[in-house]
C-alpha cells in the first residue's frame, strides 16, 4: 500500500496550520494537517503531518516541496 502521510519536518515556530493548509492542499485533497504540539507550552515543536487522499498527491507535495522553507 502506497503512503499517503507526509512528514513536514524543520518547519519555524511560527508556522500555522493555516499556512500550511495553503501551501500543501494545492498537491491534492487532504484529509488531514497537523502541526505537531507541546503540551506543556502549547508551541509548536517544529513538525507536522500532512494526510493525503491519493499516494500519488502526497508524492507530488514531496517533490513539490522538498527544500521549500516555511
Same mark, same amino acid.
Given at each position: 500500500?502506497?503512503?499517503?502521510?507526509?512528514? *513536514?519536518?524543520? *518547519?519555524?515556530?511560527?508556522?500555522?496550520?493555516? @499556512? %500550511?493548509?495553503?501551501?500543501? *492542499?494545492?498537491?491534492?485533497? %487532504?484529509?488531514? @494537517?497537523?502541526?505537531?504540539?507541546?503540551?506543556?507550552?502549547?508551541?509548536?515543536? =517544529?513538525? +507536522?503531518?500532512?494526510?493525503?487522499?491519493?499516494?500519488?498527491?502526497?508524492?507530488?507535495?514531496? +517533490?513539490?516541496?522538498? =527544500?521549500?522553507? @516555511?
Amino acid at each position: 500500500m502506497a503512503q499517503t502521510k507526509v512528514w *513536514i519536518g524543520n *518547519i519555524s515556530y511560527e508556522t500555522t496550520q493555516e @499556512l %500550511l493548509r495553503e501551501k500543501f *492542499i494545492q498537491f491534492g485533497p %487532504l484529509r488531514d @494537517l497537523v502541526v505537531m504540539m507541546d503540551k506543556e507550552t502549547g508551541k509548536s515543536r =517544529g513538525f +507536522a503531518f500532512a494526510t493525503y487522499r491519493e499516494p500519488d498527491h502526497a508524492q507530488a507535495a514531496v +517533490a513539490g516541496m522538498n =527544500g521549500f522553507r @516555511l
